[in-house]
């Protein structure tokens, strides 16, 4: 069996990389790491239903995925270096994804401790484990490029980011691309872009709108929707196309390389609104709340694909069907989740 090692494995992306490797070939094995306890019923972050957060659950489509003796899962911080190194050992991946992340509103003490020193840790471990590679696939952001001089967004271009965490990923790139090339690594990097699909929280876009459309659409919340800026582009790709991006790129991607994991498609967030209100039956029945945020500073964002394209990848899924599925997963599985919640607590 190929033995394939994923950290972050019961994050929003990770579970979804795993999943899909076990459903789709029955000769892998995988070992996943994260620092929560195992579940295989919910991810690790909350979503909100109306006034209300509960513990965002796994969509039924997936649960079944984890239940196999060819999965794995060891709590284990990647900082714990010298347990790493023996779990690695031990193990003896083929492949690595890492996927491992702190998150974007973290305080920048987690931004430098996960995304920096971890992935500095891991590649440490790597290299003191005696472990053979045939690729480590080391997952970065599309926010590393931050306001582009040209569209779409090419790998070779400037990369000035502009908010913190974007800042944390691509010093990780920086330092891990030094150490792989030390230690003779087969790494590529891996630049998602802008994420949507079941599962998605409100820290993002799409999330905030299909929480807030699908409480409506259920009679959880008045029709009142909060908006920002409606101008601004983002390249959005769903999750479960991000998942088969990676495992792509692991299996052909060229050692020493970037990729950006994008749909190629340039979206304003209108176009995500009134895709949500379309999809719930809602256009003309909601009143738009227009706030003032602070103005973006990077106003449309992008990618090329063209390298991605080259090793085979399309995109299965639109922003239309993504946003379905994901309004759908507000509507039955988190207010399932939330009703739930509230039985065990009469």
Same mark, same amino acid.
């Given at each position: ?18 999943? #899909?490797?076990?459903?789709? *070939?029955?000769?892998? /094995? !995988?070992?996943?790491?994260?620092? +929560?306890?195992?579940? $295989? %019923? =919910? ?41 790493? #190194?023996?779990?690695?050992? *031990?193990?003896?991946? /083929? !492949?690595?994804?890492?996927?491992? +992340?702190?998150?974007? $509103? %973290? =305080? ?57 965490? +974007?800042?944390?990923?691509?010093? =990780? ?174």
């Amino acid at each position: 069996m190929k033995r394939y090692f994923v950290t972050g494995a019961q994050g929003f992306v990770g579970r979804y990389v795993v999943a #899909r490797l076990l459903s789709s *070939d029955g000769s892998v /094995e !995988v070992l996943g790491i994260g620092r +929560s306890p195992r579940s $295989d %019923d =919910a991810f690790t972050h909350s979503v909100r239903w109306a006034a209300r957060r509960v513990v965002a659950p796994l969509p039924d489509a997936m649960r079944s995925a984890f239940d196999t003796a060819r999965y794995r899962y060891v709590p284990l911080d990647l900082c714990r270096r010298s347990e790493l #190194r023996r779990v690695l050992r *031990d193990f003896q991946p /083929e !492949v690595v994804i890492h996927l491992a +992340s702190a998150l974007r $509103d %973290d =305080a920048p003490s987690s931004l430098l401790r996960v995304n920096i020193q971890g992935t500095l840790d891991l590649l440490a471990a790597l290299a003191q484990s005696g472990v053979s590679l045939q690729k480590l696939v080391l997952g970065s952001t599309g926010g590393v490029y931050g306001a582009p001089a040209e569209l779409p967004i090419r790998e070779s271009a400037s990369c000035n980011p502009v908010d913190l965490y +974007s800042a944390s990923k691509l010093a =990780a790139e920086q330092f891990s691309r030094i150490l792989a090339r030390q230690h003779q690594m087969p790494a590529v990097w891996a630049r998602l872009f802008n994420l949507v699909g079941p599962g998605q929280d409100e820290r993002h876009i799409c999330g905030r709108f299909a929480a807030q459309v699908a409480a409506i659409a259920e009679g959880a919340a008045p029709p009142d929707i909060e908006v920002g800026a409606l101008e601004q582009t983002r390249d959005f790709i769903d999750v479960r196309d991000a998942a088969s991006a990676l495992l792509l790129v692991a299996e052909k991607g060229a050692s020493g390389s970037a990729y950006n994991v994008a749909s190629g498609i340039e979206s304003p967030a209108r176009r995500v609104l009134e895709l949500t209100l379309q999809r719930a039956g809602l256009e003309g029945r909601v009143r738009i709340d227009r706030r003032e945020f602070p103005a973006s500073d990077v106003p449309r964002h992008f990618a090329c694909i063209e390298r991605l394209r080259s090793l085979g990848f399309y995109c299965r899924l639109n922003l239309s069907e993504s946003v379905r599925d994901l309004l759908d997963y507000y509507r039955h599985s988190v207010r399932a989740a939330a009703q739930a919640d509230t039985a065990r607590a009469l």
